[in-house]
């Protein structure tokens, strides 16, 4: 079992647990994942590690309350233990010899993208950071890509927090502005994913996305997370889950990911009237 030491709400729909697994924590890296059961008759899901502490024994994961199996995880707190908790899962992302990096974050992905960015800020390289959100109360991690970074660009979708616009808007005035990055990072929705790639192969600038948001079993077993990279098949939870986004097929990858939406609908329904039992 595995215990519960923290959790906080970072906004109304993303939740933050730190979770005691030393084991974990000892071999963890920045781009790996593990795999949690909240229950003993819990579903398996994959959730990529957005911190962790050696010394303190602890893995932090943050998620997005979408489907059954995270409305069931939010219902636990701390004091409480995860049945499973499985990992480090997945290949780590790779920092060494970087310089200077922009690493981009969009939405919940900003929980992913973080702890590459305090790795490579630990490592000495100069990071800028853009993150993107739909509006100024799904805002998350701001001070924590502050201590990390030596420029942080906030977009939100509406306007009502930092700069109206999407991350590329930003990206592309700091590569106009001069900068010159070894490595773009872009971690969120596919969609961002791949019109960040589109702009960075316009200026020739190598660029990494992670395909975590298609992995389903998390072991390469169901073929979920299986998309085509340089005219290759790959599987995002054995292979990566980081890529060149210069070679990802995002159409397909997207295209794939509509397959389940009408079970993660039955599955979030079911859950949710399973709770209202159990409220009353």
């Known amino acids: 079992m595995y215990k519960i030491v923290r959790k906080k709400e970072l906004n109304p729909t993303v939740t933050l647990m730190e979770i005691e697994a030393p084991l974990i924590a000892k071999k963890a890296e920045p781009g790996q994942f593990i795999i949690f059961r909240a229950k003993e008759d819990s579903e398996r899901v994959p959730l990529t590690i957005a911190d962790f502490d050696r010394e303190k024994g602890t ?3 943050i998620f997005q309350i979408v489907g059954g199996a995270t409305i069931e995880l939010n ?13 480090p899962l997945g290949q780590p992302s790779e ?26 800020h630990n490592l000495g390289c100069e ?23 030596s ?4 977009m939100t979708d509406d306007g ?8 590329t808007n930003a990206l592309e005035e700091l590569i106009k502005e001069g900068n010159q990055y070894d490595e773009v990072i872009a971690i ?13 192969k316009k200026y020739d600038i190598k660029t990494i996305v992670s395909m975590n948001p298609i992995m389903i079993d998390g072991t390469g077993m169901c073929g979920g997370c299986r998309l085509t990279v340089g005219g290759e098949t790959k599987f995002a939870c054995v292979d990566g889950p980081d890529f060149d986004g210069h070679l990802v097929d995002f159409d397909e990858a997207m ?11 039955h599955a979030r329904e079911a859950s949710c009237n399973l709770l209202n039992k159990e409220v009353k």
């Open 59 to 61: 893995v932090t994961i």
């Open 75 to 87: 219902t636990l707190n701390e004091g409480d233990s995860l049945h499973d908790f499985v990992g």
């Open 95 to 120: 920092t060494d010899g970087l310089k200077k990096v922009a690493v981009v974050g969009g939405g919940v992905g900003c929980a992913i993208a973080y702890p590459i960015a305090k790795k490579l």
């Open 127 to 149: 990071v800028h950071s853009i993150v993107g959100f739909r509006n100024k109360d799904l805002v998350i991690l701001e001070d924590e890509f502050k201590a990390v970074s």
């Open 151 to 154: 420029q942080l660009r906030i």
């Open 160 to 167: 009502s927090y930092g700069t109206k616009g999407l991350v």
């Open 188 to 200: 969120g929705p596919v969609i961002m994913m791949k019109f960040v790639a589109q702009l960075t």
């Open 255 to 265: 295209h794939r990911g509509t397959m389940y939406k009408e079970f993660e609908t």
